[in-house]
């Protein structure tokens, strides 16, 4: 975990990435949220994406997709171990 927390410190968003993103809109009390950025001209199929990313990553729960607009989608899981699980692989 001391790892993906270094990697994270190296992170940053640029003032245009940064805008108009509320992380908190959607969000559940007592889960955990990832965020990605699909680059591509075409517009992400949430579904599509639920649907591939689930038996991919073998979760002990669900998760939830999300679309947060500009091709960001949001992965809430209910589990830190899961989260944890999915940023190692």
Known sequence: MEEITQSW???????EEGRNLDLTQN???G????????FS?????????AQIF???WHTR???EVSDAGNNIVLFDFELKADVEKVLLG
């Open 54 to 56: 689930c038996p991919l």
């Open 27 to 29: 969000k559940r009390e």
């Open 61 to 63: 729960k669900e998760f």
């Open 9 to 15: 410190k190296r992170l940053s968003l640029i003032e």
């Open 41 to 49: 001209r075409c517009s992400v199929n949430i579904e599509a994406v």
């Open 31 to 38: 889960s955990f949220v990832l965020a990605a950025k699909f």
